[in-house]
Each structure stands twice: as structure tokens, then as C-alpha cells.
């Protein structure tokens, strides 16, 4: 059976090309990077080479403000906890965010509107009660897709004293950065959402932003990220940054023609609604299926060989209500009928047309079999 991977939020397959260039720093270029031999020194060059591709990429002023990390996770975590003052983070933010702001219990959540966009009024109102030292907005949602005007939100945030965070996560690739002409602060990101490994990532802080390390340790990274450099994978993450410049474009257009034909064949079944903003990224598709249960065609998809999430990966199998829906204000018999497909780059238009097929079939079976009413 073919496998159908409409899963890209969650991850992506690891490029071909970013393998290879990952390969010779496992069994040849084995070395420590921080290391004074010859050996050493060559995996270090390659990745100063990787730092100064994300730098460019993200439209940085210097390489030297980008610290690799093991993901946008350990990223957020910084970020946040290198505060000791009042925050206030978007209600929809990944828990990466969410759950390390709620846990300093000096978070305050600002609401979404039922597209995902941040309600301005309200923030305005906030930063002026709160008079918070961070604001953290995420560029790009990853259950819904809907872009934050991250604009004028950052200077909403100077205005009012306070730096600007924004996880760029689901946004590389997808979106522009020039991140030194805009009003942030700082900025995180995971390889394997576009195509990198798994367990790398970067944290971009602005020359000048306060900064305090996470992770205690030896004098890696410029003293601010403590821990061996995983040569293969920060060499990874850079190539990646390297083939968007040539196929982003591609990779969009192809994304956003997947999405169209998924849509219509989806919209022919009774009682769907799309959710998050019109003008989200083309990659993630959220719908909901009036009365159905996301998770039972979850799993009747996988049984087809199509792999998709029900809400988030984060709380799949925990039987969590998404907090995203939640704080769009999906309604309950809605949100449970929830089920996100996400396009990548090693995806077609057949594989669209397999899965929407398996998806209509799905959710006529899970109704039939609950004995939902399809009206
Ligand atoms: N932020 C967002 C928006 C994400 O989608 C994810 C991954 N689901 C993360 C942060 C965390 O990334 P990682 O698990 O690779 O650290």
C-alpha cells in the first residue's frame, strides 16, 4: 500500500540533498567542532558557512546573532524564561510557548479572533494594563495556518516598551523574513519543518536584545548555548535555508494547487467549513466535518495508507481539546470533526486526489457508523 504523507506540519521527510550534505560529518568530518585540529576545524568552517546562510536568509544584521539549537522548542524555552517580568503570548501560540510563559505565571493570554488573527483592540488594552517586558506573537499557526500581521504587533509592542518574539516555525519558507528591518526582537525555527533533521533549530536574537542562557555549560556559541555543535545536523539546517532560496517558490505554488484540489473535492461532501484566515499559508488545511469524529477518521485513513492529524500532533492520542479551536471558538460538535492535512514538498496532485477520495470515504463511514445525521 502507498503511503500518502499529508503530515508536513508535524514534519518533513529530511531532503535528499540535505542528507547528503550531512553525510561526510557522521564518519569522516567526525571531529569536535570546538576542537583546534584539522578535522575539527573543517566541520567548524562548514557550519560559520550554515550561520551565515540562516543570517541572510532571515535578513539578520550579522551571522554572530544566530544560535543553533535543538529546536524551536529549546528555542521558545529561552526565549521566554529569559524574562522576569509580565508577558503576554498570543492564545493560539504552540505550547512551546504557551505552557513556558503560562508556567512563570506571568503570562496573560491575548485572544484571537474566529480567524486566528490577534484582537488588536484588545491587545492595545492589554499592553497598556499588563506593561509587559515581552510580547511573543507566532508568525504562522501551526494547526490552522493563519498569518499574524507580526508588524504591527512588534511595534505595538516597542510603543509600549516591551520586546518582540515571534516563532517563525511554520512561517520559514512560506512567508518573508528581512527580520532587521522589522520590529523584532527575537526569532525561532525548526529544521524539520522544512526538510532539515529533527532535533536542530535556531534562535536568532537581535544584536543589543537582552539575552540569558538557557543551558549552563561549556563556552559554545559565543557563551550563550551551552553543548556539543551537532555539526551534521546545524550543516543540515544550512543547506536546507539554501535550497528555499531556489525551490520556495516551486514548493508554494505546488502547495497552493494541492490545496485547491483537496478543497473542492472536500467541499462536495455536506456540512464542511474551513478554518483559520483566507489568506493563511497554502501548506496547512484545517476542516471540520459538522458531527464526525476527528480521530476515527484519522484512523481510518491510516488504514488507506494516509497520514494526517486530528487538531494538533502535540495532543493527538492524549485526547486533548485543541486550544486553537478553542480559542477561535469552534463549536464543540465542530471542533471534534477536526482534521488537518499539511502539504510538503515531496507531495502531487494524485496523492491529492488519493486522499481526498480516502477522506469523503472516511468521513461518510465514521458518520454512518456513529449514526450521525449528515444534515
Ligand atoms: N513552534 C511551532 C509553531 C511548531 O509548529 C513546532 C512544532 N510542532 C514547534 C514550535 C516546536 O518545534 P520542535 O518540536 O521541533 O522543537
Known amino acids: 500500500m502507498k503511503t500518502v504523507y499529508f503530515d508536513n506540519a508535524a514534519s518533513t521527510r529530511t531532503d535528499p540533498r540535505v542528507l547528503e550534505a550531512m553525510l561526510p560529518y557522521f564518519c569522516e568530518c567526525y571531529a569536535n567542532p570546538s576542537a583546534l585540529h584539522s578535522p575539527a576545524q ?59 510563559a503560562t508556567a512563570t505565571q506571568r503570562a496573560h493570554l491575548i485572544p484571537v479572533d474566529e480567524s486566528g488573527l490577534v484582537r488588536m483592540d484588545i491587545y492595545a488594552q492589554m499592553l497598556e494594563e499588563v506593561r509587559p517586558q515581552l510580547v511573543s506573537v507566532m508568525l504562522v499557526n501551526n494547526e490552522i495556518g493563519t498569518v499574524q500581521d507580526i508588524d504591527t504587533i512588534g511595534k505595538m509592542a516597542h510603543d509600549a516598551g516591551a520586546r518582540f518574539h515571534t ?12 527580520l532587521a528591518m522589522r520590529p523584532v526582537d527575537y526569532a525561532t525555527m525548526s529544521g524539520h519543518k522544512f526538510y532539515a533533521p529533527k532535533g536542530v533549530g535556531a534562535l536568532w536574537v537581535r544584536d543589543g536584545a537582552p539575552f540569558h542562557k538557557f543551558q549552563h555549560g561549556g563556552t559554545h556559541e559565543n557563551f550563550r548555548r551551552a553543548g556539543t555543535l551537532n555539526a551534521p545536523g546545524i550543516i543540515g539546517l544550512g543547506k536546507a535555508i539554501e535550497i528555499l532560496e531556489s525551490d520556495a517558490e516551486e514548493d508554494n505554488a505546488r502547495a497552493k494547487a494541492i490545496r485547491e484540489r483537496l478543497l473542492d473535492r472536500l467541499f462536495q461532501l455536506p456540512d464542511v467549513r474551513l478554518n483559520g484566515h483566507p489568506s493563511g499559508v497554502p501548506h496547512i488545511l484545517s476542516v471540520s466535518f459538522h458531527r464526525t469524529e476527528g480521530e476515527s477518521v484519522i484512523i481510518n485513513l491510516d488504514s488507506k495508507g494516509i497520514c494526517c492529524t486530528a487538531g494538533s500532533a502535540c495532543s493527538s492520542g492524549m485526547h486533548l481539546k485543541s486550544q486553537v ?24 496532485l494524485e496523492e491529492a486526489d488519493l486522499a481526498a477520495e480516502a477522506l469523503v470515504q472516511a468521513v461518510s463511514e465514521v458518520r454512518n457508523l456513529a449514526g450521525f445525521a449528515a444534515g
Open 325 to 348: 479551536l478553542t480559542a477561535i471558538g469552534l463549536p464543540d460538535d465542530w471542533l471534534r470533526g477536526t482534521v488537518r492535512l499539511s502539504i510538503g514538498r515531496f507531495n502531487t
Open 167 to 178: 516563532d517563525l516555525t511554520q512561517g520559514v519558507g512560506k512567508c518573508k523574513m528581512d
Open 42 to 100: 573543517r566541520a567548524r568552517a562548514e557550519i560559520e558557512k550554515s550561520r551565515e546562510k540562516i543570517a541572510e536568509y532571515l535578513g539578520a544584521q550579522d551571522a554572530s546573532e544566530i544560535i543553533f539549537t535543538s529546536g524551536a522548542t529549546e528555542a521558545n524555552n529561552t526565549v521566554i524564561n529569559a524574562f522576569s517580568g509580565q508577558m503576554l503570548v498570543s492564545a493560539i501560540e504552540h505550547p512551546s510557548v504557551l505552557n513556558t
